[in-house]
């Protein structure tokens, strides 16, 4: 039996934040004039993407508030490098989701691979810990809200992936299968170790592997998403 419900990630599956937040950044850095404090932007932007991914895997496990993350992601870095930039951090905070939600750069080959889903009348899914407004608006400036049946966030739910309840409110609220459903994610603790704990198949979407071996193997494994189309084939012919 083949697959018929696809639940997607949204945030570095689909839509490509880490060059949309990029951009978002250098915006702001060029806005309140950091590259007077900071030797240069790269220097600025590895200061918060390192201590952003670390405060989304607490917020991700329920150990910090959205309010909290957005207030130190932004305060981190200036407080690092010089402390009496910190009054920056909070005006920084007001302007990076607004700006944020209006970028549309999309992960290469998305929306060819929604559309051939799509054609062949592939039920699809979002689930996302991204928060609630600010997704929403992504998914309708990019284009990408008209290909999805319904929208799953962990805000609305009440649990974060990875967790089990996560997956299985979407599939009851649904009313997918699990052995005909498939969770397609970049996250490997997030998407894939969570779906498997909820014995649903994956996709792990792993455009730059490491030479780390993954604690287990996912159902499948892709680098681009115009891989997706072969499973999809193969899944539509069974």
Same mark, same amino acid.
């Given at each position: ?80 490098? =010089?402390?009496?930039? @910190?009054? &920056?951090?909070?005006?920084? +905070?007001? #302007?990076? !989701? ?79 299968? =699990?052995?005909?459903? @498939?969770? &397609?994610?970049?996250?490997? +603790?997030? #998407?894939? !170790? ?45």
């Amino acid at each position: 039996m083949g697959y018929k419900y696809l639940f997607f990630d949204l945030d570095n599956t689909l839509w490509d934040f880490d060059a949309n937040s990029k951009y978002t950044l250098t915006v702001l850095y060029d806005k309140y004039n950091l590259g007077a404090h900071f030797p240069d932007f790269e220097t600025y932007y590895h200061l918060y993407s390192a201590n952003n991914a670390k405060l989304w895997q607490l917020y991700g496990a329920g150990k910090i508030t959205k309010e909290a993350l957005n207030q130190e992601r932004f305060a981190y870095p200036l407080r690092s490098f =010089k402390a009496s930039l @910190l009054p &920056i951090a909070q005006q920084m +905070e007001v #302007d990076y !989701l607004p700006l944020l939600a209006q970028q549309t750069r999309l992960k290469p080959h998305c929306l060819e691979v929604l559309e051939t889903c799509k054609k062949h009348r592939y039920k699809m899914y979002i689930i996302s810990n991204g928060f609630v407004e600010i997704q929403q608006l992504k998914l309708t400036r990019s284009g990408l809200l008209p290909y999805f049946d319904r929208c799953y966030f962990s805000e609305h739910i009440g649990a974060h992936k990875p967790a089990k309840l996560f997956f299985d409110y979407a599939i009851k609220s649904s009313n997918a299968v =699990k052995k005909q459903s @498939l969770v &397609i994610g970049d996250n490997f +603790e997030a #998407d894939i !170790l969570g779906a498997k704990n909820a014995g649903i198949d994956q996709v792990y979407f792993n455009p730059n592997p490491s030479a780390e071996p993954l604690p287990f193997k996912p159902t499948y494994q892709i680098a681009d998403l115009s891989e997706l189309q072969k499973i999809m084939d193969e899944s539509f012919n069974r």
